[in-house]
């Protein structure tokens, strides 16, 4: 059973940090592309930043220079680094694995940035 399980999430300042995690389980890990996208209230779910197995990351440009992605195989897990975060940050953080036509999503985790 395929399993992605986000944690992490919470009610932040602007300008403050959070790192959310992502425990993957129930398919081979090192062989999917990994990423993380939200979806902000009233908006279309976007992406947010992914990485390779061999470890190449990409970024929204939103994000870029903000936000840092990993991943380690050996206990399934790609964690996203948030810094400087601003309110329009604001959103449900999904995990996502792609390999091919293959897709998995987590349920999300909701990430609030407010003073």
Do not use: H
Not at 6 to 13: P, T
Not at 82 to 90: A, I, R
Not at 100 to 107: A, C, E, L
């Amino acid at each position: 059973q395929v399993q992605l399980v986000e944690s992490g999430g919470g009610l932040v300042q602007p300008g403050e940090s959070l790192t959310l995690s992502c425990e993957a389980s129930g398919f081979t890990f090192s062989d999917f592309k990994m990423g993380w996208y939200r979806q902000a209230p009233g908006k279309e779910r976007e992406f947010v930043a992914g990485i390779f197995p061999d470890l190449t990351t990409y970024y929204a440009p939103s994000v870029k220079d903000r936000f840092t992605i990993s991943r380690q195989d050996d206990n399934k897990t790609v964690r996203l680094q948030m810094n400087s975060l601003k309110s329009e940050d604001t959103a449900v953080y999904y995990c996502t694995a792609f390999r091919g036509s293959v897709d998995y999503w987590g349920q999300g985790t909701r990430v609030t940035v407010a003073s």
